[in-house]
C-alpha cells in the first residue's frame, strides 16, 4: 500500500464518530480512550456509532462530554491536519540508528567510582567493556547535568556543566571519548520541558516581573476573588494541582511535574533560541544526539483552559488534551531539527507518553524533519490499567498492541522498542513474579524487543534479568512521585500500609536500586552506602555470575544481539505474523534480502503444542532448553529463534554461534533443522 494523501478534511462539531476516526489524531485519541475503558476498536467501526455525530455526545453521555470538550478536540484535530504516509513498498532508508541497539543508563545507579553511594561518570567508564561484550552500539545517558535532584536529574539547575556528584566536565569528555573509541555511540537527555525551579532564568523571571526571562515560563495570577486559586484546574504527574502559588511574589508557576520543575513556554521564541544554542553546545562536543524527554509536551494551547473532567478521570490526570499535542508541536520540532539536530546529523528520540500510531508516524515521517524515532507507551499496561494498579501482565495485549503498532508504522517511520527504563517496575515481575519462571520471561522479553521491528533500547540491570524489589517500608523508597502519592493517599485517609501497598506496585525505584555487578556487598556497585538499597537480590543475580554461565539471561542477550547483527532482515525486514498461531503462541517471520528470521514465543506459564518449521528451518537459538529436534512443545513462556537462509545465499546455517544456548545434551546441534 503507498497513499499519498497528505492532509485530511476538517473535523467539526457537526462531523461524525467515523469521521474522526478517519482523522489520524481523532483515531489515536479515540484508541486511546477505548484503551483506558478496556475496550475494543470494533466498538467504534460498528456502523451505528460511527453514524453518532460529535454535536450529540454533550446529551448522551449527560454532559460530561461538554461543548467545551468538543471544541478542543475540534480545534486540536485542526491543528494536526497531515495525514502520515503509509508506504510498505518503498524500502527502508537505513541509518545506523535503525541497526543499533541501544542501552540506556540511570548514572546514579549504576557504578560508583569513589565510594559515596552515588554513581557516576568514572563509575560508567570502568563499566563500559561490559557493554562492549554485551554487543551493544549505543548508549542513551540519563540527565548528568547540574540539578537539585528533586526528580534525580530532571529538574536541571545549569544545562552546561555536571552534577558534582556525577564528576566534572573532563570526566565527560572522557567518558565521550571512550566510549567513541570502543565504536559505540553516546546519546544525551534533553530536558527542556521544563528546568529546574532553581535555573538563573526560574529564579530571575520569579524575582522580576521585567525580566526578559519572565516569558520563558507560565507564570500567571491566580484566580478566585482573591486570587488563592490556581489558574486552571491541571493536575501535575506527580500529584496535585500542577500550579505552584509564590504569595511572596502573587504568581502562580506551572509545573507538569514536581513543584520544583517549571515547564517551559516554547512560544517564547527567545526561549527556544537559547535551547537551540544549547543543543548545539553539546553536538559540537560530538554527542551523538539526545533523547527529548516528553517532548510531545512541550506546546501548550494558548491561554490555557481548564481540563475536561471526565478525560481527567479516564487518564487520571486533568488537562492533558491541552497539552499531549499541542498546537505548535510540530513547528517548534521542526525548527529543533533544522537548527540544532540536522546540521550535525545527530537522533533525535522523542519520549512520547500518550502518543498514539499515527501521531508517532507524523512526528517520526521521514520527509517530516521533526524526530527520527518516538517511544510510545501503550503496551505498558493492560486496558484500562495505571502503573499503580497491582495485577498481572497478559502477554497477549502486549502481542495485541505490537502487533497493530507493527503494521501500522510502515516503512517510512520508526519506533523504539523498549519494555523496562527508569520509570517503570521491572516488566518481568508484572509478567510472572514467580522466582521458578524468571529466567524463562526476561529471555522471553528479551526475544521479543531483539526481533521485532523497531529500535531495541535495554535498560540496565534487563540483560542481566533483573525484577523488582521487595521495598517493605516507605522509607526505602527515594522517587519524588512515589513519595508524593504516599504523602497524598495518606492525606486522604489510607493507613501507612494501605499507602505503601497504594505506590509499590507502580514504585519507579523498582527500576533504580543499585546495577548488580557481582555477589559482594551492595552488589559491586558501592563500597559506600548506596544511596537506595537494593533487597539483596543481587546474591543470585548478577553480572559476574552470569557472565560464567553459558544459559544465563545475560548470554542470551548477546546471543540475540549478535544475531541481531547476522541479520539485517531483523532490522530491515518486512513483519509478517502468523494467523494460524493464536492466543499465547506467537510466531513471526522477518523478511530480507539476506533470508529469513523466525520467531516462535510461548506467551503463557503452561507448555504449549506448536507446529515446528520445515527443514529449511535452522533452530538458531532456545531459550529453554530440553526437548529433541522434533519437539513440538513449547515449555512454559520460551522463546525459539529459526533462521531460514535465501536460496541465494550460501548455505542454510546461522551465522551466529550459539552453542551456549543450545546446549548439546538436547540433542539440537546449532545449525541442525528442526524436522517437521
Ligand atoms: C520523563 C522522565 O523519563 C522521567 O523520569 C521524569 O520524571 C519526567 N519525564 C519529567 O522530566
Known sequence: MNTVRTSIR???????????????????????????????????????????????????????????????????????PDVPVDDDTTPVTPAWWKEAVFYQIYPRSFADSDGDGIGDLPGIIERLD?????????????????????????????????????????????????????????????????????HPWFVEALRDPASPYRPYYFLRPGTGEDGSEPPNNWTSFFSGSAWRHYPEHDVWALHLFSAKQMDLDWDHAPMRADVIAMVRWWLDKGVDGFRLDVVNYISKRRGLPNGNPMIGELMRFTGVEHYFAGPRLHEHLRQLRREAFAPYDAVAIGETPGVGIELGKLLTGEDRGELDLVFSFDHLEAPGKVRFDDYRYDLRH??????????????????????????????????????????????????????????????????????????????????????????????AGSTEQEALVGVLAGSRDHARTPMAWDAGPHGGFTTGVPWIEGDGDHAQCNVADSRADERSVLAWHRALIALRRAHPALVYGTVEFDRSARGHLWRYRRSGDDGEVLVVCNLSDRPRRCRPPGPDYALALRSVPGGGTADARLAAYEARVYVRRAASSPGVAPTVSHTSIVPSSDGVASATPLNR
Open 10 to 80: 476538517p473535523v467539526t462539531t457537526r462531523s461524525r464518530i467515523r469521521d474522526l476516526y478517519a482523522h489520524p489524531l481523532g483515531r489515536d485519541i479515540i484508541d486511546k480512550l477505548l484503551l483506558q475503558l478496556g475496550r475494543s476498536s470494533r466498538w467504534v467501526t460498528n456502523p451505528a456509532v460511527g453514524a453518532l455525530r460529535l454535536d450529540r455526545l454533550p446529551r448522551l453521555t449527560g454532559g460530561r462530554i461538554d461543548a467545551a470538550f468538543l471544541d478542543t478536540l475540534v480545534d486540536l484535530l485542526a491543528q494536526h
Open 398 to 491: 502486549l502481542r495485541r498492541v505490537l502487533e497493530r503498532h507493527q503494521r501500522a508504522f510502515g516503512n517510512r517511520s520508526w519506533s523504539a522498542l523498549f519494555l523496562d527504563n527508569h520509570d517503570n517496575p521491572r516488566m518481568v515481575s508484572k509478567v510472572d513474579p514467580r522466582p521458578a519462571h524468571r529466567e524463562a520471561v526476561a529471555k522471553l522479553l528479551a526475544t521479543i524487543q531483539l526481533t521485532l521491528r523497531g529500535t531495541p533500547f535495554l535498560y540496565q540491570g534487563q540483560e542481566i534479568g533483573m525484577v523488582n524489589q521487595a521495598f517493605t517500608s516507605i522509607d526505602q523508597l527515594r522517587d519524588v512521585e512515589s513519595l508524593n502519592r504516599y504523602a497524598e493517599l495518606r492525606s
Open 130 to 198: 561490559h557493554l562492549v561484550d554485551l554487543g551493544v552500539d549505543a548508549i542513551w545517558l540519563c540527565p548528568v547535568y547540574d540539578s537539585p535532584n528533586d526528580d534525580n536529574g530532571y529538574d536541571i539547575r545549569d544545562y552546561q556543566a555536571i552534577l558534582a556528584e556525577f564528576g566534572t566536565m573532563a570526566d565527560f569528555d572522557r567518558l565521550l571519548a571512550e566510549v567513541h573509541r570502543r565504536g559505540m555511540r553516546l546519546v544525551m537527555d534533553l530536558v527542556v520541558n521544563h528546568t529546574s525551579d532553581e
